[in-house]
């Protein structure tokens, strides 16, 4: 790691963390247009499913749903140096492993709850009434789209999502 990192010591892996939050969550918001790096890149941008714009407020929201195992990682790991420190036979103590397990798991079930909802949002898009659209869509389809997002919005979560997410 860079020497900058490494003067930080065990704050290092926080504030990363909160580099990623403000990231995500500036990212999400009307400041950048509802875009990130790599939204720009493929040409996508976040929305509020009701309007034009995310709020600065739920789209930080929504970077802490995208982000929260991580901090759930870090305490685990933090706590299982602390009662189990690495051997030579170990490569990580087993606390951070099984935080490491929620992490992987809560991305993966975001994939399949993805996968399965009729708009194709995840859960934290739906927990923030967020969606994800295309920059150079057509926009009378933009509308029609975005309407039934509106409605499915109002719905409870679907089941077979949540099923799926449940099972990671």
Known sequence: APETVQALGATAP???????????????????????VGKIIIQLRTVDVT???????????????????????LVADRVGEQLDPPDSLSIAPMWG?????????????????TALDSHGRSLWDRLTSAIVITND????????????????????????????????
């Open 137 to 168: 869509c057509d926009p009378e389809a933009l509308s029609g789209f975005m309407r039934s997002a509106r409605e499915a919005s109002s719905q409870p979560l679907p089941k077979r999502p949540l099923g799926a997410l449940a099972l990671m």
């Open 14 to 36: 926080w504030v990363g963390l909160a580099v990623g939050w403000i990231y995500f969550g500036l990212g999400a918001s009307p400041l950048t247009g509802g875009r990130t």
């Open 97 to 113: 492993r099984v935080a490491g397990s929620l992490v992987f798991g809560w991305w993966l079930g975001n994939v399949f709850f």
């Open 51 to 73: 309007g034009p714009d995310l709020s600065v407020g739920r789209a930080l929201a929504r970077a802490t749903l995208i982000l929260w195992p991580l901090v759930v990682f």
